[in-house]
T-cell receptor
């Protein structure tokens, strides 16, 4: 499978716990994005990496959220002290500047439920 | 502020009919306009996209019409099939100086094609 992989697919956690999600982009893609999608809404941009550098962050990304992309390969998104409002689908996407269509390739997402 | 407005929220079309979804944007800095198709439990998948210097783009049964002066664009699905039943998102891309880009999505249209 050469697509974008996300793990886990589903995560249920108690309020106040920390959670970490992983994204493995398409291997030749140097750009990686995190988006959040709540039920019935379009995805909202969270952050962007070019190789290992985090170059853009949305105001949606509060201090409880942190993302890393060590060595410019996989990426992790951590949410500390989860709140019920964090319940959403967290989508990872990757792209390449040489891609003819400029389009992202999204993973299937990690659905987070905070109880 | 919702920068990309999408309508309708839901759409029911008979098999063989034409599905039309409309979007309007505000930010003239957007430089690329993709449409995504999303099935339940999956991430969005790029369907078709258009640059603002083109008024129409057709790929198979899917056509984008783009009106730059009105800041509106629409997706037409010809000969709609039950397999087209999904949620469709329009999006608009903004490119940053660091060459990264961010997609702003519309709210989505849930399409149901009846057999």
């Amino acid at each position: 499978d050469t697509g974008v992989s996300q793990d886990p697919r589903h995560k249920i956690t108690k309020r106040g716990q920390n959670v970490t999600f992983r994204c493995d982009p398409i291997s030749e893609h140097n750009r990686l994005y995190w988006y959040r999608q709540t039920l019935g809404q379009g995805p909202e941009f969270l952050t962007y990496f070019q190789n290992e550098a985090q170059l853009e962050k949305s105001r949606l990304l509060s201090d409880r959220f942190s993302a890393e992309r060590p060595k410019g390969s996989f990426s992790t998104l951590e949410i500390q002290r989860t709140e019920q409002g964090d319940s959403a689908m967290y989508l990872c996407a990757s792209s390449s500047p040489s891609a003819a269509n400029y389009g992202y390739t999204f993973g299937s997402g990690t659905r987070l439920t905070v109880v | 502020q919702q920068q990309v407005k999408q309508s309708p929220q839901s759409l029911i079309v008979q098999k063989g009919g034409i599905s039309i979804i409309n979007c309007a944007y505000e930010n003239t800095a957007f430089d690329y306009f993709p449409w995504y198709q999303q099935f339940p439990g999956k991430g969005p998948a790029l369907l078709i996209a258009i640059r603002p210097d083109v008024s129409e783009k057709k790929e198979g049964r899917f056509t984008i019409s783009f009106n730059k002066s009105a800041k509106q664009f629409s997706l037409h699905i010809m000969d709609s099939q039950p397999g087209d039943s999904a949620t469709y998102f329009c999006a608009a891309r903004k490119t940053y100086n660091n060459a990264g880009n961010m997609l702003t999505f519309g709210g989505g249209t849930r399409l149901m094609v009846k057999p």
